[in-house]
């Protein structure tokens, strides 16, 4: 991690990191729920600079001798401030790299991945990992089986399949459907067989 502040002494750095600790969980708590809706990738990026900026902000708190000012909740409130408002740790705002979401910010602009679909429109997005072996058309036909199996699925069941299919964890996509995580993992098992019924393939894993 990258912290713009002057060195600090071995002794008090580990009280630093002591204090810090106990704040962490709640933190990454408000982090996660801020940016619930988010791809799990991108949470996860913005999870990390939300603890690297209440960091920064812990540590010039604790250097003015403002300890009995500290709490997690405030911390993770600015830090979720500073990421919405495209600013990151230790990397200068170029708004000319259209790869900086500070750029895309000022300038109203948004780069997509090629392999996710606008969310508007409702089409396919990609969620398979490319099996090294595989070659380019057993690649695609499976894309195009897997999306034609989609399509067959109700709406809610079809954004669960979704969500296990790009990684999110069984807890993850109970919560978001108020579902118990066993009844997220038989409509896992469900799904699979759907698939392999369909297809003979195993992407739900």
């Known amino acids: ?40 990738d991108e949470r996860e990026e913005a999870v990390a600079e939300v603890v690297a900026h209440a960091w ?17 909740t405030p911390l993770a409130r600015y830090a979720i401030k ?15 790299d259209i790869s ?12 997509d991945r090629l392999d996710q679909r606008d969310d508007r429109d409702g089409r396919w997005k990609q969620m ?11 690649t695609a036909a499976v894309r195009i089986d897997f999306a034609d199996w989609l399509q067959q ?5 079809r954004r669960i399949a979704e969500l296990l299919a790009i990684g999110e964890t069984t ?16 409509l896992r098992r469900e799904l699979r067989r759907g698939w392999d019924d369909f297809h003979g393939g195993a992407l739900l894993v």
């Open 1 to 40: 991690m990258i912290v713009a502040t002057k060195s600090i002494p071995d002794r008090r750095a580990r009280t630093y990191a002591a204090k810090f600790e106990t704040l962490l969980p709640r933190i990454q708590h408000h982090a996660k729920r801020a940016f619930r809706r988010c791809p799990c």
């Open 128 to 138: 398979l990992v490319e099996d090294q072996h595989a070659g380019p058309a057993d």
């Open 56 to 72: 920064i902000a812990f540590l010039r708190l604790m250097d003015r001798g403002l300890e009995h000012v500290i709490y997690a």
């Open 171 to 186: 807890g993850v996509v109970a919560k978001r459907f108020k579902l118990s995580s066993g009844r997220i993992s038989q």
């Open 100 to 111: 900086s979401t500070y750029a895309q910010h000022q300038h109203g602009f948004h780069v």
């Open 153 to 157: 699925l109700p709406r809610r069941l």
């Open 82 to 96: 500073r990421v919405r408002a495209h600013r990151c740790v230790g990397c200068v705002r170029n708004v000319n």
